[in-house]
T-cell receptor, first 113, second 111 residues
């Protein structure tokens, strides 16, 4: 069966510091991968998605970037965090060529101070 | 702008009652519709999906889809306190199998 991991689970970072969040998926090949952000009490905002290694599409202009160095690894980064980057960051995967169902990882709660 | 709208609630129902959650969407080209449950502080969990007009039942959950009205709903029968959560409606949009999410409806089941 497929599993998705995210780390770290929680993170407190000062404004202006760098960020690296990691997501890995097990039990599937060439998944579609997604990064979402959920601000407190808000819905899910799609940040990036990837259909393959090195293929990244950005949905929202911002100071974040994403990379997919391996088939089942998806990384979210920032060079300098802003207060507005605080939120719950969720990685999700979906099976290519199948339905549209997306499955979420446990998430990373980021607080920028 | 492709949108998915949900009543934010909160919606309160007594234990054992039927909870009805509603969602409307703007993109007539959408073909796939999903309901996720999100407990406080946790990530969303897929509980139902529906592709065709009509009803789809899975245990105590029934998803209902009306494409002509661009309306999808989730019914929870025999509601339990453990059903207390935020329910997110999601609709496929765009390419790469993207989903657009509503802002969620907070459901509280009162013992």
């Amino acid at each position: 069966s497929q599993t998705i991991h995210q780390w770290p689970a929680t993170l407190v970072q000062p404004v202006g510091s760098p960020l690296s969040l990691e997501c890995t998926v097990e039990g599937t090949s060439n998944p579609n991968l997604y990064w979402y952000r959920q601000a407190a009490g808000r819905g899910l905002q799609l940040l990036f998605y990837s259909v393959g290694i090195g293929q990244i599409s950005s949905e929202v202009p911002q100071n974040l970037s994403a990379s997919r160095p391996q088939d089942r690894q998806f990384i979210l980064s920032s060079k300098k965090l802003l207060l507005s980057d605080s939120g719950f960051y969720l990685c999700a995967w979906s099976e290519p060529g199948q339905g549209y169902e997306q499955y979420f990882g446990p998430g990373t709660r980021l607080t920028v101070t | 702008q492709k949108e998915v709208e949900q009543n934010s609630g909160p919606l309160s129902v007594p234990e054992g009652a039927i909870a009805s959650l509603n969602c409307t969407y703007s993109d007539r080209g959408s073909q796939s519709f999903f309901w996720y449950r999100q407990y406080s502080g946790k990530s969303p969990e897929l509980i139902m999906f529906i592709y065709s007009n009509g009803d789809k039942e899975d245990g105590r959950f029934t998803a209902q889809l009306n494409k002509a009205s661009q309306y999808v709903s989730l019914l929870i029968r025999d509601s339990q306190p453990s059903d207390s959560a935020t329910y997110l409606c999601a609709v496929n949009t765009g390419s790469a199998r993207q989903l657009t999410f509503g802002s969620g409806t907070q459901l509280t089941v009162l013992p």
